[in-house]
């Protein structure tokens, strides 16, 4: 009995497993198709598309576009998450609890309703739609996720070692950079990678608050208006490259903190 329920979870694994991932590997392989139309049966292998996505400017720029507001906006975010969430776990505030639930309130908020209120802000601030004000609106919908996984890690051992860093003389701004920013290390770095993965790949406030200079999924977006591109399986296979990089940097970072 206990082999057959085994090899009934091995069945099930491998079902959901593949559920979840044969359309990432029916993309991937159609990226390499030869020919122009990405449909059964499939000719090749080739690098065709891949070359065409490189030689493409609007493409390439769309890629870096998506690579800057992605770093720049992960590492505002981290930074902004991490000084929230020092602030919280070493300083009593009044409603401190109420700050927090407010903080990570568009944990739950649809992405659609951020970029509408954002939208709707810029205008009436008078900021054009640009790849700055996609920025911002990536950092509100990561801030909550950076303070959430930062706050969680800030226990009594970090106090320990500050208020010892403190008794031998340390000012405080020292006990910020060089004790308690190490100490938080994998922490400020799994938010980072985090942050990223869910910014490289963000559509619809990047949609809302860019015009002419758009980001890598807007562009994919406006390719696949005009019918079925065989690029557009090549940017998705690298964007999924990309995804899959940043989360392995993610789990090794939580695994270097588990061993640490």
Not at 10 to 31: E, R
Not at 77 to 82: D, K, N, P, Q, T
Request: aromatic content about 12%; glycine content about 6%; proline content about 5%.
């Amino acid at each position: 009995m206990r082999s057959i329920g085994r090899i009934a979870s091995w069945i099930y694994a491998l079902a959901v497993y593949g559920f979840i991932f044969l359309p990432v590997v029916v993309l991937v392989l159609f990226s390499l198709q030869s020919t122009s139309f990405p449909i059964p049966p499939f000719t090749g292998p080739s690098l065709r598309w891949y070359e065409a996505v490189l030689s493409d400017n609007r493409l390439t720029s769309a890629l870096a576009n998506s690579l800057l507001v992605a770093v720049l906006s992960s590492a505002a975010a981290v930074m902004l998450g991490f000084l929230s969430a020092w602030g919280f776990a070493r300083f009593v505030l009044p409603g401190s609890g109420l700050l927090r639930g407010l903080i990570t309130l568009p944990l739950t908020v649809s992405y659609l309703i951020i970029g509408m209120g954002l939208l709707v802000l810029f205008n009436w601030a008078g900021v054009p739609k640009s790849l700055l004000a996609a920025g911002i609106g990536h950092v509100v919908i990561n801030l909550p996720l950076c303070f959430a996984i930062i706050y969680s890690q800030l226990g009594d051992h970090q106090i320990n070692i500050e208020r010892a860093a403190r008794d031998l003389g340390a000012p405080e701004w020292k006990v910020l950079l060089l004790i308690t920013v190490p100490v938080m290390a994998p922490a400020i770095f799994a938010g980072f990678f985090l942050s990223m993965t869910f910014s490289w790949d963000e559509f619809v406030i990047s949609f809302l608050l860019t015009r002419f200079e758009t980001t890598l999924p807007v562009e994919i977006w406006n390719l696949l208006r005009s019918g079925l591109n065989p690029k557009t399986n090549a940017v998705g296979s690298l964007v999924f490259a990309v995804s899959i990089v940043l989360v392995v940097f993610f789990e090794l970072t939580l695994l270097r903190r588990k061993s640490a």
